[in-house]
């Protein structure tokens, strides 16, 4: 069994996801996409494969989200639209996961911030009027900038963003903590670090390179980083990912003291490191470096992340180090290859 299927058992025999609530009917946007694709399969094996209904603005191209539960076509931007389906299968939560990101949010910023904050706003408005008890929306570290600590970042801190991706993110923080002030709507959030998986391609993070590099690899292919090779950033494998997420929404709303976005963190490291991991499995792997206009963007944000008010509130804590991800990144790339 490899370490992602080990994980994932894990997750499910938990104390807390033992307790999942079969009542629960869920609703996943974005769930198409690379945090989207897995988290809505974790969500199914959960609750049942009929009450987690996948939306996505393209029908998906991933065979097992098709055919483990529903699939619907939705349009952040068309409220009248996410309303009839709401209305048609009565939701209880809302995994609002859509959004243009930092590096492809740059080539067009307006459009970036009008997906990135209409499409909240319209969640939020339909988790009011039709009832929805729970909302889970994803922050970023994009939300940090030049000014704040890029050492530890703490949980309360400068944050003045460079990008339309951050800046969207830090007000769409303010506008959650301020719907559950006004009307005790309860919406989690985390601050993910760059989000590193192997089962969907890239989507326009300025972290991604994390993500190409290990099919290059797998390829036999050199890899082009955009970024300087002594570039840290943190990171999170995905299977960390799904799980702080499952547990951040099954923590008792006692023990949510962050109504904004949590600080989360699995690990942090550079290009050259990620490349030395890799060549201790695949030696013959070679990295050339070509930093572009997303070295700019890398620089503005933390190299390391405190989370310490994560790991007490809710217990959180990861499982996965850098050696451990391209140990199982690898062996499940090499793994599709031969299918």
Same mark, same amino acid.
């Not at 922050?139 to 600590?149: E, N, R």
């Given at each position: ?5 080990? *994980? ?40 049942? !494969? ?35 389906? @709401? ?24 459009? @970036? ?31 940090? !900038? ?93 299977? =960390? @990912? ?44 070679? *990295? ?18 405190? =989370?310490?008010? @994560? ?9 996965? =180090? ?5 140990? =199982? ?11």
């Amino acid at each position: 069994m490899s370490a992602t299927l080990s *994980i994932v058992t894990k997750q499910a025999n938990s104390p807390a996801q033992k307790m999942a609530n079969k009542t629960e009917t869920i609703l996943v946007i974005g769930a198409c996409g690379q945090l989207g694709s897995e988290l809505t399969l974790q969500l199914r094996s959960l609750y049942g !494969g009929s009450k987690v209904v996948a939306a996505d603005i393209y029908a998906p191209k991933q065979t097992d989200l098709l055919a483990s539960g529903p699939f619907e076509k939705i349009d952040v931007l068309d409220p009248k639209g996410m309303a009839a389906i @709401a209305s048609r299968y009565k939701f209880t939560q809302i995994y609002h996961l859509a959004a243009v990101l930092s590096a492809a949010g740059e080539k067009d910023p307006s459009f @970036a911030w009008r997906l990135n904050m209409d499409g909240l706003f319209h969640v939020l408005d339909l988790a009011l009027e039709q009832g929805i008890g729970q909302v889970f929306w994803p922050s970023s570290i994009a939300v940090f !900038g030049p000014d704040t600590p890029r050492q530890h970042t703490p949980q309360h801190t400068i944050m003045n963003p460079s990008t339309v991706y951050g800046i969207s993110k830090l007000a769409g923080e303010m506008w959650c903590a301020y719907y559950f002030r006004k009307h005790g709507l309860d919406i989690r959030s985390l601050r993910y670090p760059g989000l590193i998986g192997y089962k969907a391609l890239p989507g326009g993070g300025t972290t991604d390179y994390a993500v190409d590099i290990y099919r290059k690899a797998v390829e036999g292919k050199p890899f082009e980083c955009y970024l300087h090779e002594d570039t840290y950033l943190p990171m999170m494998y995905m299977p =960390d @990912a799904i799980k702080a997420t499952i547990d951040l929404m099954q923590a008792p709303a006692e023990n949510i003291s962050v109504r904004d976005a949590y600080n989360v963190s699995g690990m942090s490291f550079s290009p050259k490191e990620i490349a030395a991991s890799i060549q201790k499995l695949i030696p013959s792997f070679k *990295i050339i470096y070509k930093p572009d206009y997303r070295q700019q963007i890398a620089d503005s944000w933390p190299q390391t992340i405190s =989370d310490q008010v @994560a790991r007490q509130d809710w217990g959180w804590h990861p499982t996965y =180090d850098l050696d451990a991800m391209t140990a =199982d990144i690898l062996e499940n790339l090499q793994q599709q290859a031969l299918l």
